[in-house]
Nanobody, 119 residues
Framework: VQLVESGGGSVQAGGSLRLSCAAS????????IAWFRQAPGKERELVAN???????YYTDSVKGRFTISQDNAKDTVYLQMNSLKPEDTAMYYC???????????????WGQGTQVTVS
């Protein structure tokens, strides 16, 4: 299994970024794909996930600003991030497994991460 993130960068507060996670090698027909983030000195936290292509979850701090979506034809999951705030600054990781979990230790597959910096 390989998960490759892209789309991170530096942006001013109020700006937008779209993260992409290209997945390959997943054998589950309906995996749960998630975005986690980890800021320096903080624990890795669940940002959003998507299951069966349309069931979604968002942590409270990003509701109304972030949107997770899935393009099955491209095996890619996106995280559209609008109205970014400095507190959104973190390394963002794509993760996948057969089930959804908010506990990082319970998820088998991870990407390398992409940095998002909001100033």
């Amino acid at each position: 299994v390989q998960l490759v993130e892209s789309g991170g960068g530096s942006v001013q507060a109020g700006g937008s970024l779209r993260l992409s996670c290209a997945a390959s090698g997943l054998t589950d027909s309906s995996p749960c794909i998630a975005w986690f983030r980890q800021a320096p000195g903080k624990e890795r936290e669940l940002v959003a996930n998507i299951y069966t292509g349309h069931v979604t979850y968002y942590t409270d701090s990003v509701k109304g600003r972030f949107t997770i979506s899935q393009d099955n034809a491209k095996d890619t999951v996106y995280l559209q991030m609008n109205s970014l705030k400095p507190e959104d600054t973190a390394m963002y990781y794509c993760a996948a497994d057969s089930f959804c979990s908010a506990v990082p230790a319970g998820i088998r597959y991870w990407g390398q991460g992409t940095q998002v910096t909001v100033s």
